[in-house]
């Protein structure tokens, strides 16, 4: 079944403790992205990628950092997470980098920063 | 920063009704459209697209029209269904199709 994953679905955690968000995705899709989703805000993009080691900053990538290595995979990192990083997280990929393309979603993570 | 809203947060039909969902944006140079749909507990998933070059596209119960002269962006659901209850979004991106913005989402209520 054609699918992104994320781990894990739910992470409650303290301040400064560093923590991954794993995202894979098994279509050979390029593009990979990471959003968050806050009430009344919508969906905001943190960082995404275009392919294997090219990565670039969404809207809001302040306090994140990510890495693509692999095709299929795309961990979003915090390295010290703070309590306003607290949120719903979305990875999302799509076939095609720089063109329209359809985005398929994971189901999402929820992180707790206390 | 792009700015890509929505009118109304809550949008409440009758089963079979049409239902019509608007969403403004304000950059001039965004070149595609995206509707998204999202259940309770999921992530969103796609619903139907459209590029800048075209006004009206049509799928399933679902259209989609874009008027680039006042920046507006519309969903239409044709007899709308019980399933149809979701939280919708519009997403848009510029020229080069990597970033994405989103709107704030409207949720439709669908009652029998």
């Known amino acids: 079944e054609a699918q992104v994953t994320q781990n894990p679905r739910y992470l409650i955690t303290v301040t400064g403790k560093k923590l991954t968000v794993t995202c894979s995705q098994n279509?050979?899709?390029?593009?990979m992205s990471w959003y968050r989703q806050d009430p009344g805000l919508g969906l905001r993009q943190i960082y995404y990628?275009?392919?294997?080691?090219?990565?670039d900053k969404g809207d809001v990538p302040e306090g994140y950092k990510v890495s693509r290595k692999e095709k299929r995979n795309f961990p979003l990192i915090l390295e010290s997470p703070s309590p306003n990083q607290t949120s719903l997280y979305f990875c999302?990929?799509?076939?095609?980098?720089?063109?329209?393309?359809?985005?398929?979603f994971g189901p999402g993570t929820r992180l707790t920063v206390l | 920063g792009e700015s890509v809203g929505l009118h109304l947060p809550t949008l409440s039909v009758q089963e079979g009704d049409n239902s019509i969902i608007n969403c403004a944006y304000s950059?001039?140079?965004?070149?595609?459209f995206i509707w998204y749909k999202q259940e309770s507990g999921k992530g969103p998933q796609f619903i139907i697209d459209?590029?800048?070059?075209?006004d009206k596209r049509q799928g399933q119960r679902v259209t989609v029209l874009l008027n680039k002269t006042v920046k507006h962006l519309s969903l239409q659901i044709a007899a709308t269904q019980p399933g149809d209850s979701a939280v919708y979004f519009c997403?848009?991106?510029?020229?080069?199709?990597?970033?994405?913005?989103f709107g704030s989402g409207t949720k439709l209520n669908v009652k029998p």
């Open positions: 999302a990929s799509s076939s095609r980098a720089g063109g329209p393309a359809t985005q398929y």
């Open positions: 279509m050979n899709h390029e593009y």
């Open positions: 990628s275009m392919n294997v080691e090219v990565t």
């Open positions: 950059n001039s140079a965004s070149d595609y």
């Open positions: 459209i590029r800048s070059n075209m």
């Open positions: 997403a848009e991106t510029p020229y080069n199709f990597n970033k994405f913005y």
